[in-house]
């Protein structure tokens, strides 16, 4: 049993066509400080954080929990992937739901690798917990979560001001099993 309800955690790694999906290890340390660390990742997320705490902070295997997937290019780190239930803190359509979230390194950016990433996670969720909806939230400048919420089928539930900005919440429907 996980946060994701009565799924076996971890999964085998998920594979796509470009990127392997699996749980992090010890070896993702200095990508995940990487990430956490960078302005460009940071700019819709409240700053970056300071690279001298995270070396001082992160753990020898950061990031393991259920939901949490490394996205693998070749062999190395590009991004993570989340997939949490939604916590009473959130927005109260969003309070239960499977929430989906996403970072990846600027060099990774435009490659397609987040929507093959979330879309790959996505199908996963579905057969493992199928009839679930699954939430996203992101602020409204950030042009590019807001395409790739929509190619992802995410459709707007609300706006709201949270942290200094306007954010959007989607839902994207439950897929009903065949």
């Known amino acids: 049993m996980t946060e994701l309800g009565p799924v076996a955690w971890p999964p ?11 749980e992090p290890e010890a070896r993702d340390r200095a990508s995940f400080i990487e990430l956490l660390a960078s302005p460009e990742v940071h700019t819709y997320l409240g700053g970056p954080r300071s690279r001298d705490k995270l070396e001082r902070e992160m753990p020898r295997v950061p990031a393991r929990w259920p939901g949490s997937f490394v996205a693998e290019l070749d062999g190395a780190m590009i ?9 009473e803190h959130r927005r109260p359509a969003a309070v239960g739901k499977a929430d989906l979230g996403y970072l990846f390194l ?3 950016w435009g490659f397609g690798y987040a929507g093959e990433a979330c879309a790959a996670v996505l199908d996963w969720f579905d057969g493992v917990i199928p009839g679930e909806p699954v939430v996203l ?3 409204s400048a950030n042009v590019g979560s807001m395409r790739l919420a929509a ?13 200094d900005a306007e954010q959007w ?10």
């Open 169 to 178: 919440l989607g839902l994207r429907p439950p897929v009903t099993p065949e």
């Open 137 to 139: 939230t992101t602020q």
């Open 151 to 163: 190619k992802l089928g995410f459709t707007e539930v609300e706006r709201f001001h949270a942290w």
């Open 79 to 87: 991004g993570q992937i989340l997939l949490r239930r939604a916590t």
């Open 12 to 22: 085998p790694p998920i594979r796509t066509e470009r990127l392997v999906l699996r």
């Open 106 to 108: 600027p060099r990774a």
